[in-house]
T-cell receptor
Framework: DAKTTQPNSMESNEEEPVHLPCNHSTISGTDYIHWYRQLPSQGPEYVIHGLTSNVNNRMASLAIAEDRKSSTLILHRATLRDAAVYYCILSGGANNLFFGTGTRLTVIP | SQTIHQWPATLVQPVGSPLSLECTVEGTSNPNLYWYRQAAGRGLQLLFYSVGIGQISSEVPQNLSASRPQDRQFILSSKKLLLSDSGFYLC????????????????FGPGTRLTVT
């Protein structure tokens, strides 16, 4: 599986936008970019995914670089409930996902 | 709607004892099923996945095993637990990946926190 690189931690003030970066320079043409998040003591939950075009849903937006070697998860207004570990994952031909260590987001009231 | 159940929620077992964790999915048929483990402060490690009854793929060699006796039931077992088996065990399901699906979401259960003493 192609690997991703994310910062270990980030902080954001409540009510402000958050941009969580992810580098995936070895991405292949068939890899989708997924984002999951894991709240404390819970299983991960799906946030968003995309292939080439930017994507929006009720939780977040996903901005994908033109060369697809990086992407950014955007939370438009961070709330305290958004404090979690965010995982950027590539899925290719296998029926599984590789979760790295992710980015721990701290939201400051 | 689909739901996924895991039990027990917490478990404390002595070294050398057996283990059986169960996961069941409702509201879907023929799902992919997965077992992950998360050690304290670490990322998720995929242990096993299954694309059908009796079909198990192991990702990491260890003293754990998995079985899928029914379409929506996935069991994680060990004959003799080690201290290193402590962790947060998560079961997940997804729709079967097909050529036309492109990708899929995984849905996780609430997890079992296992402490081996």
């Amino acid at each position: 599986d192609a690997k991703t690189t994310q910062p270990n931690s980030m902080e954001s003030n409540e009510e402000e936008p958050v941009h969580l970066p992810c580098n995936h320079s070895t991405i292949s043409g068939t890899d989708y970019i997924h984002w999951y998040r894991q709240l404390p003591s819970q299983g991960p939950e799906y946030v968003i995914h995309g292939l080439t075009s930017n994507v929006n849903n009720r939780m977040a937006s996903l901005a994908i670089a033109e060369d697809r070697k990086s992407s950014t998860l955007i939370l438009h207004r961070a709330t305290l409930r958004d404090a979690a570990v965010y995982y950027c994952i590539l899925s290719g031909g296998a029926n599984n996902l590789f979760f790295g260590t992710g980015t721990r987001l701290t939201v400051i009231p | 709607s689909q739901t996924i159940h895991q039990w027990p929620a917490t478990l404390v077992q002595p070294v050398g004892s057996p283990l059986s964790l169960e996961c069941t999915v409702e509201g879907t048929s023929n799902p992919n099923l997965y077992w992950y483990r998360q050690a304290a402060g670490r990322g998720l490690q995929l242990l096993f996945y299954s694309v059908g009854i009796g079909q198990i793929s192991s990702e990491v060699p260890q003293n754990l095993s998995a079985s899928r006796p029914q379409d929506r039931q996935f069991i994680l077992s060990s004959k003799k637990l080690l201290l290193s088996d402590s962790g947060f065990y998560l079961c997940a399901w997804s729709v079967i990946r097909t050529r036309h699906t492109g990708t899929y979401e995984q849905y996780f259960g609430p997890g079992t926190r296992l402490t081996v003493t």
